[in-house]
């Protein structure tokens, strides 16, 4: 409840009897709140995470709550050391929560010791915690679960102040990377212990876990990214016969051999060996004894295939398997799935039959081509095909077809069905070619057209949309695979046309202007390269097929030699395509995969119910499929995976199973199956084209039954059918269209009708809605690499309502759109916000895409930064929604930019921020931060300031000193840190301001001196060469010059 403020808390004073309250995230309540609450004297649990205004003279109210038993002020980032102290009289106190309070020093513990009831204490994310002030934690005998995760200044030594901890069952200190191998033998007096987390303590070796043997009550043990531990440390397990789940994800060095010395944890029921690059069949036929293992990860074990999964048929109470990332050759559904009975019982099977048929989309913006495209791809006959009334396609129009492959000359028999999907490239009902895109069983032709500018082209933009739906979810020797995308090049006449000096007159020329058609193709070609040196921005571009383009009528007046040479080159061009295609098809991810016999029989019968006939609305019930999994002896698990394997493959829609529709009051959308063109009609051609009953793209249900009485038409708008849809029909198609999000309905007590975002248009001078907004600085900035018009969509549906009718028309666009809010200090008030989001740079046309916010110029600069932390939440919130996540992005926590969130603070003491918005860079009042660079810079009135890529530990006090100073870096040096920096550095016991090797002074950084550079020359000098490689496999790079650190680089490794 973000709008809760302190004044709300007075209301609960009556509440005499409350014994839990929760104020979660509520950012406006302040220290003068919690004064409100010390009448309520039964309370026991009190959640104050994430009030972030809380600082240490707040928690002086609390002491009067003597039967506070929880206490949760993890996230409250103004608390520090001193503000512990006012905790003391809470004698009743059993659960702490400071999770990500990175204020609190070593010293501040000391305040705890009198909290003897105390039996969880959570302190991740505390990163100024250091070894010293675990001492303080000694007398809390009562103590059972202590979080340290995170504290990455805790070294081996610290952990001895553990030892009088006998209670403790629960120790959570993963990425305390300093802790090394010695430091776990402190841990042995630790009796009572039933979880250890070690995961990314990145020091600790194999004969560290040697250690751990005396922990016989031992259960869970994480071992997660401790790269150092090889085969042999495994040994030192046996003896923790208690230990039902083991996690050794990352463990990169443990061979196959290591597995056998697991076999006498006969209680290991979960086990986790994901990344194992080095795990082979032997190593699965050591785990077939475990023989109480029910859940086995083996994800990104690249040399796993159907053959070495055979070995586990063999454990008996084995029922979940995860195998993505594999060699494993099953139905991709089937991995995903992860139910090991099923698999093994596949893999069992004899009598599959590879299925080899794929779905080619045709993408690029509308009237590049793509219709003309399909008919010569699949007409013989129409090598010269010219059609200048030719409309437009204005859904996903499906085509069967068949297409040869490579091995079509040795077999002429051999073509594979494909489903040619012509994909309107009109802005509108983008956001539903999510549920027919994908990566198993695709191939993707982009279509450009030569004599195009950039802005009309969008080549970076239909990258990038084409590789966020085309991953597959099988992988290749590990590595991701992408379907594989050719780029088509068309009216490639006009060009030759251009540089002939040739004049075309008649339909379609105009406005002709060769030398704008020679400018805007080198401008392609100059694209092409370019993005071909960025991969492609993820598409897996396997070709670019030039000379596409003939206009028959023009074939004559050309002249003989022009007009010849542009037919052969568009007849050439045309059997490039079909030659790439047919040497490309094999390549499709799925192509090969085998299904069971009951499968086809499955796909019959439901050819048999759904037809693609425009004249009937087809969809067929849920409990019809159940029946007839009956039929065939399938239980629900192969009902399941049947379903979503034909919609895969085209044959079906079905959107009952998404995560998102299941979570959400869409219970007539998970009781139906559809045929794919339920999109064509009624959507395309009833509700977005047909007759205007919109205003401001709203239509009350009265206006949506009226629009889908009207008889059936096709694509063209032919009336196919005298009928109407039935009301049950019509219920079905507005759960259909809420579950996809194609439409939104509008909340109220009663029915208010429903927003559809495609009926808007885009308004391109926007600037006018934000003439009288903004504050001092620039705008409030998110950028993306890649952002989903559906997820502004959502944004925008959000606050629709907040408008008023009369003002819709004027404020709300497909890209923009003003609202009011409550001002923040006064509830009495309202605030404009404009949103506007922008795909496109307004300067070079390029795909660079951002939201920007604007606000009311009156609001000061502390009330604007609650009000953007709201506005970038629910922007996020909508990225969920819209079950959209770019891949392999840094996400950003903050909106907020006076300091960073803390590393570590989204652990157990609260809600994980499993955020799917990843923009590329966020900028406000000066400071940057581009987290695909992983860099923050800071431009001040005449200094820039940039940090590359830096650790969370600095990141914190590099943002405090830019407040605080005005730094300026020495003269000809870009990049700048502060001396602080090197004592950082100094945890790990390592200068590079001496030589690596022998540790004599250097006059030059970063190079080891002439004496020793055949290797080290002393014992010291080994321990630092040690040193060097152990911090080079945490990513560390540095280079120093002047005594102080001036280039600081972490190369994060992300999932």
């Known amino acids: 409840c973000e709008r809760i403020e302190n004044e709300g808390l007075a209301h609960l004073k009556e509440l005499k009897q409350l014994q839990t309250l929760d104020l979660s995230g509520c950012e406006r309540i302040e220290n003068e709140g919690l004064a409100l609450l010390k009448e309520l004297k039964q309370l026991n649990t009190l959640d104050l995470s994430w009030c972030k205004r809380i600082e240490n003279e707040g928690l002086a109210h609390l002491k009067e709550l003597k039967q506070l038993q929880t206490l949760n002020l993890s996230g409250c980032k103004q608390i520090e050391s001193a503000g512990l102290a006012h905790l003391k009289d809470l004698k009743q106190l059993q659960t702490l929560h400071l999770g990500g309070c990175g204020r609190i020093e070593s010293a501040g513990l000391a305040h705890l010791k009198d909290l003897k009831q105390l039996q969880t204490l959570h302190l991740n994310g505390c990163i100024r915690i250091e070894s010293a002030g675990l001492d303080h934690l000694k007398d ?83 071992l997660n990214g401790c790269i150092w531990i090889e085969s042999a440390g495994l040994d030192h397990l046996k003896d923790l016969q208690q230990l039902q789940t083991l996690h050794l994800s990352g463990c990169e060095r443990i061979e196959s051999a290591g597995l056998a010395h697991l076999k006498d944890l006969q209680q290991l029921q979960m086990l986790d060996l994901s990344g194992w690059e080095r795990i082979e069949s032997a190593g699965l036929a050591h785990l077939k004894d475990l023989k109480q293992l029910q859940t086995l990860h083996l994800n990104g074990c690249i040399r796993i295939g159907n053959a070495e999964l055979l070995h586990l048929n063999a454990i008996p109470a084995l029922r979940t398997l995860y195998v993505e990332n594999t060699s494993v050759q099953i139905d991709n559904e089937l991995i995903l799935s992860g139910d090991a009975r099923m698999i093994f019982s596949w893999l069992a099977t004899t009598g599959k039959q590879r299925l080899r048929f794929f779905k080619l989309f045709l993408v690029g913006i509308g009237e ?57 490239g009109q802005d509108k009902m983008h956001q539903t070619h999510r549920f027919y895109f994908g990566g198993e069983n695709c191939f993707y032709l982009l279509v450009v057209r030569a004599d195009w500018p950039r802005s009309l082209n969008r080549l970076d933009y239909w990258l990038h949309f084409i590789a966020s739906h085309s991953e597959a979810t099988q992988r290749v020797e590990g590595r991701k695979v992408h379907a594989p995308t050719l780029i088509l090049i068309t009216q490639s006449d006009r060009v030759a046309m251009a540089e002939a000096g040739y004049q075309p007159t008649g339909k379609g020329y105009e406005q002709w202007d060769a030398q704008a058609v020679l400018n805007n193709y080198a401008q392609l070609e100059n694209d092409l390269h370019r993005v071909a040196a960025a991969s492609y921005h993820g598409a897996c571009v396997k070709g670019v097929i030039h000379n596409f383009g003939f206009d028959s009528q023009l074939a004559e007046s050309m002249g003989t030699e022009l007009g010849l040479k542009i037919k052969r080159q568009h007849s050439e061009a045309l059997s490039d395509l079909l030659r790439e295609l047919s040497s490309r098809i094999l390549e499709v991810p799925g192509l090969d995969t085998e299904y069971e016999p009951n499968y086809f029989s499955f796909a019959d019968w439901v050819g048999g119910h759904l037809q693609d006939d425009p004249t009937h609305f087809n969809y067929r019930r849920h409990p019809g499929f159940q029946s007839m999994c009956a039929e065939l002896g399938l239980n629900d698990d192969y009902q399941s995976l049947y379903l979503q394997t034909l919609r895969r493959l085209g044959k079906i829609h079905f959107v009952g199973d998404n995560p998102q529709i299941q979570r959400g009051d869409y219970t007539e959308a998970q009781q139906w199956v559809f045929a794919p063109q339920w999109l064509n009609e009624p959507v395309y051609n009833r509700i977005l084209w047909g007759k205007d009953h919109h205003q401001a793209g709203w239509l009350n249900t009265d206006q949506y039954r009226r629009v889908l009485g009207e008889p059936r038409t096709d694509g063209s708008g032919k009336v196919v059918s005298e009928e109407s849809y039935s009301l049950e029909e019509q219920n079905a198609i507005r759960q259909l269209l809420r579950a996809t999000r194609v439409i939104f309905d509008l909340p109220g007590e009663v029915d208010k009708g429903m927003l559809i975002p495609d009926l808007l248009e885009n308004n391109p001078v926007w600037d006018r809605l934000v003439s009288d907004l903004s504050i001092a600085d620039a705008p409030y900035t998110i950028t993306f690499k ?55 740079d307004s300067e070079d046309a390029s795909y660079k895409p951002r939201v920007q916010f604007y606000i009311s110029k009156e609001v000061e600069r502390d009330s604007a930064n609650d009000i953007f932390a709201v506005l970038k939440k629910e922007l996020d919130d909508c990225c969920k929604s819209e079950d959209w996540k770019e891949r392999g992005r840094r996400e950003a926590r903050a909106a907020r930019f006076d300091e960073p969130e803390p590393p570590g603070s989204s652990g157990d003491d609260s809600e994980s921020d499993d955020s799917n918005l990843a923009p590329d860079t966020i900028s406000f009042g000066g400071i940057k931060f581009d987290w695909i660079r992983g860099e923050v810079s800071y431009r001040g009135s005449n200094t820039q300031v940039k940090g590359g890529n830096v650790p969370g530990i600095l990141l914190k006090a590099i943002l405090h000193a830019l407040k605080k100073l005005n730094p300026q870096p020495s003269q000809g040096n870009e990049h700048f840190a502060y001396p602080f920096a090197r004592e950082e550095l100094r945890k790990f016991g390592y200068d590079r301001s001496k030589c690596a090797k022998c540790l004599k002074d250097s006059s030059t950084s970063n190079v080891n001196c002439d004496s020793c550079a055949s290797g080290p020359t002393n014992a010291e000098g080994q321990r630092v060469n040690d040193l060097n490689k152990k911090i080079e496999s945490l990513g560390l790079a540095v280079s120093i010059k002047d005594g102080l650190v001036w280039k600081l680089k972490i190369l994060l490794k992300l999932d």
């Open 140 to 222: 809390l005998q009562q103590l059972q679960t202590l979080n340290l995760s995170g504290c990455e200044r805790i070294e081996s030594a610290g952990l001895a102040h553990l030892k009088d901890l006998k209670q403790l069952q629960t120790l959570n200190l993963s990425g305390c990377m300093q802790i090394e191998s010695e430091g776990l033998a402190h841990l042995k007096d630790l009796k009572q212990l039933q979880m250890l987390d070690l995961s990314g303590c990145k020091q600790i070796e194999s004969a560290g876990l040697a250690h751990l043997k005396d922990l016989k009550q031992l259960q869970t043990l994480h």
């Open 368 to 424: 590049v081509g793509k219709t003309h495209v399909l008919h010569r791809l699949t007409d013989a006959d129409a090598p010269g095909y010219t059609n200048h009334e030719e409309e437009r396609t204005t859904e996903i129009s499906i085509t069967k077809h068949e297409l040869p492959t490579r091995e079509a000359e040795d077999n002429p028999q051999e073509k594979v069905p494909v489903l040619i999907c012509d994909c309107g």
């Open 786 to 840: 890649h952002l989903p018009e559906r997820v502004f969509f959502a944004f925008l549906a959000r606050h629709y309502p907040a408008i008023s009718e009369k003002l819709r028309g004027h404020n709300c666009f497909r890209n923009a759109i003003r609202f009011p809010v409550e001002h923040p200090d006064d509830p009495n008030k309202s605030v404009e916000i404009a949103a506007v989001f922008q795909p496109f």
